[in-house]
């Protein structure tokens, strides 16, 4: 059987999604969603659809949701992009602007974990950059790849890379720079500018993160129109269903209900970041809507695990980099609470 499927996909690793459990009581911060509502408009939606518009093909080049997004930024219909969720961007993006023939796939090291996986599929090599010991970046002399993506703020480290420090790389790079901006809401600045000041920059958003809307899957990203060109040549047919399109359209002109949210989850986790460091947890400055912490003994498996057993679910990344940590999202109140009690039982605190 083995050889009937491509080398490339017998050989790779496969991407490992956070958990999704089941069940009654549990307390889930395992995968960086939203615990507040979405905009009520998305509601009012659902509620009107009329189900015989979904015997028709949707828009191919999603033209209504882009006008909104285009309107967003203030660049021309021609620089958008949307996308069955981010993760088909970067999909497009390895496909378009990578040669399978010596061209090359860059990002950091720890970062979005399919980023590998997506450049491993297509048989195209990677040239991962290593973060320091404090998880800051620091790029290697000559370095050069087809692609990089730069996750700002970066995951699973919550930690945000300077506007210019983001700048000055772009400016010297030779290749396409993918700014993925999944977080971004929640930090305290962006570079989506970059994406039509600079012709070699992609810059890709999500509403699964600010705007509670991960499961309806849409993803889209700007930059200068020949690299967007490129990825409506090679993106699937009809890549976004009729409710999703229309669904993140009314979710993106209700900014109102976006701010109030990440505001929300903004100042949970200050105060959740100071439950940890009062119970002996290195925490990281967060940009992002989780914690990257470093728990004390018995260490940050075994916490998992003990967390686990209580029904309370948390992310931990079995590798060099990262077996010592933590990526905690941040939940309501009430979740902090409960994981503080988890961890104050679990620590005999």
Known sequence: MKNLIRKSVVEIDGYVPGEQPKGEEIIKLNTNE???????????????LDVSTLAKYPDPLCVEVRKVIAEKHEVGL??????????????????AFAERDGGSVGYFDPSYSLYPVLARIEEIETRPVALDDNFEWQMPDGYEASVFFLANPNAPTSLLFPKDKVEAFVKDFAGVVVIDEAYVDFS???????ATKYDNVIVTRTLSKSYALAGIRFGYCVGNKELIDALYKIKDSYNLNTITQELARVALLDEGTMEAVTAAVKGSRGLFATELKELGFKVYPSETNFLWVKPPKPGA??????????????????????K????????????MLALVDALEEILGK
């Not at 939203?34 to 009107?48: M, Q, T, W």
Request: aromatic share 10%.
């Open 34 to 48: 939203n615990p507040y509502l979405c905009s009520p408009e998305v509601d009012d939606i659902l509620r009107e």
């Open 78 to 95: 021609d620089n958008t992009f949307a996308g069955n969720g981010s993760d088909e961007i970067l999909a497009l993006c390895i496909r």
């Open 188 to 194: 305290r600045e962006h570079c989506m500018e970059f």
């Open 301 to 322: 498996k075994k916490i998992f695990e003990e967390l686990r057993s209580r029904k309370v679910f948390t992310r931990w990344f079995d590798g060099d980099r990262t």
């Open 324 to 335: 010592d940590y933590l990526r905690i999202t941040i939940g309501t109140n009430d979740q």
